[in-house]
């Protein structure tokens, strides 16, 4: 996910969302998922589209299609990668709103590289809140393995 991320490892403070759908998560989130893979890792990548969203390959020899209810395409920010390097839905298909486990709302790298990640709108205004009150960089920088 770099740049937004970084290229290192990271510590993400991520805000579980129970039950994801279009009311909690908003395109342009930057969220966590189960890796559609092998369901006991996880993914970070940019909510790029919900259900109800026409899906258009710059391939010609791909259909167009619709995003069921549900459904949801998700991508790396990394625009240097190819689809196949990237892993998101570009190589494995449109992903479950199931799958989203939560939002990434902080991103510490370094002690001196740290910050919120930017998300929509929405959510930037949802969380500013808890990162207000709950965000104990310190804390972070204890538990952060660079």
């Given amino acids: 996910m770099a740049p937004t991320i970084g290229e290192q490892a990271s510590t993400l403070l991520v805000r579980k969302i129970p039950i994801a759908d279009p009311t909690r998560v ?15 890792n996880y993914l970070v990548r940019r909510l790029a589209a919900t259900e109800g969203y026409e899906m258009v390959s710059n391939d010609e020899k791909d259909e167009p299609f619709v995003l069921e209810k549900d459904q949801c395409w998700v991508l790396a920010d990394n625009d240097k990668l190819k689809p196949k390097e990237a ?31 930017l998300n929509s709108h929405y959510s930037m205004r949802k969380d500013s809140s808890l990162l207000e009150i709950e965000l104990d960089v310190n804390d972070m920088m204890k538990n952060h393995k660079a």
């Fill in 26 to 40: 908003f395109l342009g989130d930057v969220i966590v998922l189960k890796d559609p893979d092998n369901s006991e």
């Fill in 87 to 117: 892993k998101d839905s570009r190589l494995f298909g449109p992903v479950s709103m199931t799958d989203i486990v939560g939002r990434v709302i902080y991103s510490l790298r370094t002690a001196v590289d740290h910050g919120p990640v």
